[in-house]
């Protein structure tokens, strides 16, 4: 009998897998597609010699995951590539503000009236990061926090709205680039705890940038694969899981699941009915005969490019998208360049290029159009680089990942407080009716993200168990 059975090769199944294997268990994993990799694949998705990510592409949670930064990975494969810039924010009158390395280059981009006011609300978070991130990452009870005193000023500070935390700016270029942060797990700015989203992936980009890696974000699963291999752990793919007797025996069992699919095959009837999925995602891949034209010249060396020309018209599109129930005139778009540092990922002089907007969960319609009317306002001429497009919105994504349900790339609204306690209200979150059952996805804190802290988390609730049987 086996020790545990992971079900679900994404990066919190895997690491919950290295985690347990680690210490000594005997873990086997079982994936249903073809290839690990969950919400860090790569694939030719357009044309032979572009190599795409169908869904991650960027890693801030990534690099600075306390579990991945635990873990040999690089022996493995895995090498972080910095662009130039972690992030530009574009504006229509060819300008941008920009996510550096720098708090002082930051500020500065946001100009006289604002450079301040940043420098005071992340410098005191900047020099204990890495403390301030495992305890972050680590919640709730699967650690004592390190650094208590930080982690409540973090709370003031973060746990209000993000609407609250954009007062402290005057002008629009740093609220649009803290709304477009905020953005990034698809939460409405007004939200509980929004605010500390959007610092979250600000603190991570002056610690350690917002990388990509070498090869395509399969090369992160890939290395977390062969590291378990290397630990005598076993993965199984194109093995669907429809019941618990699908698995082999085993003393536990954790799923990389959405609470719908563990529900499903455990049989826990409705005990996760309240657990709310999110916006979905239209998403498009490019291959590109060039660079992407930006008028603005920070855009061109930056990994991660955000759309939106005002705080506003962000907001606007997200409650469109999550409240409204329809799909934005003018999508809040996240785009991501790899090309510009790896040229691995595109024949030469050729680039990869992928954007999403947001849309309502479980939308059927084309956003196509509507994406690169708002590529050409910030880059007029983008269309004519187009060499191929691969467009996946709700129920394409979902038919990829089923962990996206609805095309929600969160595995679960990350609002309300949902965003902390999830999958329920509960101070075990890890924990299910069946005491040898775990859930480990991203339905769990800390929540959406490549990172791999929720399998980690999982893990801790899983040896525990283990060791008392």
Same mark, same amino acid.
């Given at each position: 009998?086996?020790?545990?059975?992971?079900?679900?090769?994404?990066?919190?199944?895997? &690491? /919950? %897998? *290295?985690?347990?294997?680690?210490?000594?268990?005997?873990? =086997?994993? !079982?994936?249903? $597609? @073809?290839?690990?990799?969950?919400?860090?694949?790569?694939?030719?998705?357009?044309?032979?010699?572009?190599?795409?990510?169908?869904?991650?592409?960027?890693?801030?949670?990534?690099?600075?995951?306390?579990?991945?930064?635990?873990?040999?990975?690089?022996?493995?494969?895995?090498?972080?590539?910095?662009?130039?810039?972690?992030?530009?924010?574009?504006?229509?009158?060819? &300008? /941008? %503000? *920009?996510?550096?390395?720098?708090?002082?280059?930051?500020? =500065?981009? !946001?100009?006289? $009236? @604002?450079?301040?006011?940043?420098?005071?609300?992340?410098?005191?978070?900047?020099?204990?990061?890495?403390?301030?991130?495992?305890?972050?990452?680590?919640?709730?009870?699967?650690?004592?926090?390190?650094?208590?005193?930080?982690?409540?000023?973090?709370?003031?500070?973060?746990?209000?709205?993000?609407?609250?935390?954009?007062?402290?700016?005057?002008?629009?270029?740093?609220? /649009?680039?803290?709304?477009?942060?905020?953005?990034?797990?698809?939460?409405?700015?007004?939200?509980?705890?929004?605010?500390?989203?959007?610092?979250?992936?600000?603190?991570?980009?002056?610690?350690?940038?917002?990388?990509?890696?070498?090869?395509?974000?399969?090369?992160?699963?890939?290395?977390?694969?062969?590291?378990?291999?290397?630990?005598?752990?076993?993965?199984?793919?194109?093995?669907?899981?429809?019941?618990?007797?699908?698995?082999?025996?085993?003393?536990?069992?954790?799923?990389?699941?959405?609470?719908?699919?563990?529900?499903?095959?455990?049989?826990?009837?409705?005990?996760?009915?309240?657990?709310?999925?999110?916006?979905?995602?239209?998403?498009?891949?490019?291959?590109?005969?060039?660079?992407?034209?930006?008028?603005?010249?920070?855009?061109?060396?930056?990994?991660?490019?955000?759309?939106?020309?005002?705080?506003?018209?962000?907001?606007?599109?997200?409650?469109?998208?999550?409240?409204?129930?329809?799909?934005?005139?003018?999508?809040?778009?996240?785009?991501?360049?790899?090309?510009?540092?790896?040229?691995?990922?595109?024949?030469?002089?050729?680039?990869?290029?992928?954007?999403?907007?947001?849309?309502?969960?479980?939308?059927?319609?084309?956003?196509?159009?509507?994406?690169?009317?708002?590529?050409?306002?910030?880059?007029?001429?983008?269309?004519?680089?187009?060499?191929?497009?691969?467009?996946?919105?709700?129920?394409?994504?979902?038919?990829?990942?089923?962990?996206?349900?609805?095309?929600?790339?969160?595995?679960?609204?990350?609002?309300?407080?949902?965003?902390?306690?999830?999958?329920?209200?509960?101070?075990?979150?890890?924990?299910?009716?069946?005491?040898?059952?775990?859930?480990?996805?991203?339905?769990?804190?800390?929540?959406?993200?490549?990172?791999?802290?929720?399998?980690?988390?999982?893990?801790?609730?899983?040896?525990?168990?283990?060791?008392?049987?």
């Amino acid at each position: 009998m086996l020790d545990a059975v992971v079900v679900g090769a994404g990066p919190n199944g895997l &690491t /919950a %897998a *290295v985690e347990l294997a680690r210490r000594g268990f005997s873990v =086997a994993v !079982f994936e249903a $597609r @073809d290839t690990v990799g969950g919400g860090a694949r790569t694939e030719e998705l357009t044309l032979p010699g572009f190599r795409h990510d169908p869904c991650s592409a960027a890693h801030p949670l990534g690099i600075n995951s306390p579990a991945f930064k635990a873990m040999p990975l690089g022996r493995y494969g895995l090498e972080w590539l910095q662009p130039e810039l972690p992030m530009a924010h574009p504006f229509l009158d060819g &300008t /941008a %503000a *920009v996510l550096s390395r720098s708090v002082a280059e930051t500020a =500065a981009s !946001f100009g006289p $009236r @604002d450079a301040g006011a940043y420098r005071r609300l992340v410098e005191p978070f900047t020099y204990k990061w890495d403390t301030l991130a495992r305890d972050f990452m680590s919640l709730p009870l699967t650690a004592l926090p390190r650094d208590p005193v930080t982690l409540a000023r973090f709370g003031l500070v973060g746990l209000p709205p993000s609407t609250w935390l954009m007062r402290r700016f005057r002008d629009e270029r740093a609220k /649009a680039l803290f709304a477009g942060l905020v953005a990034h797990v698809m939460a409405p700015l007004g939200g509980l705890a929004t605010g500390a989203v959007g610092l979250v992936f600000a603190l991570a980009a002056h610690a350690r940038g917002w990388p990509v890696a070498r090869g395509g974000s399969q090369s992160i699963s890939d290395a977390l694969t062969a590291y378990l291999k290397d630990l005598g752990g076993s993965v199984h793919t194109d093995y669907e899981v429809k019941r618990l007797d699908d698995l082999p025996p085993a003393r536990a069992y954790v799923f990389d699941t959405s609470p719908a699919a563990l529900s499903r095959i455990a049989g826990f009837g409705r005990y996760y009915e309240r657990y709310r999925y999110g916006a979905g995602v239209f998403k498009i891949d490019y291959a590109l005969d060039g660079p992407v034209p930006w008028t603005a010249k920070e855009p061109r060396t930056a990994g991660t490019v955000q759309v939106g020309a005002s705080s506003k018209e962000i907001g606007t599109a997200l409650r469109a998208a999550s409240r409204e129930g329809r799909a934005p005139d003018a999508p809040f778009l996240i785009t991501v360049q790899p090309s510009v540092v790896d040229p691995t990922r595109a024949p030469d002089g050729k680039h990869v290029f992928w954007a999403y907007g947001h849309v309502p969960n479980g939308w059927t319609g084309d956003l196509t159009d509507a994406i690169e009317r708002q590529l050409e306002r910030f880059a007029p001429g983008f269309r004519d680089r187009v060499l191929a497009r691969a467009t996946a919105g709700p129920p394409e994504l979902a038919v990829r990942n089923a962990n996206y349900v609805g095309g929600d790339i969160a595995c679960g609204a990350a609002s309300g407080l949902q965003l902390m306690l999830r999958p329920k209200l509960s101070l075990f979150p890890y924990s299910t009716p069946h005491p040898a059952v775990f859930i480990c996805s991203s339905a769990t804190p800390p929540g959406p993200g490549v990172h791999g802290m929720s399998g980690h988390n999982a893990a801790k609730a899983v040896w525990r168990r283990l060791r008392q049987s």
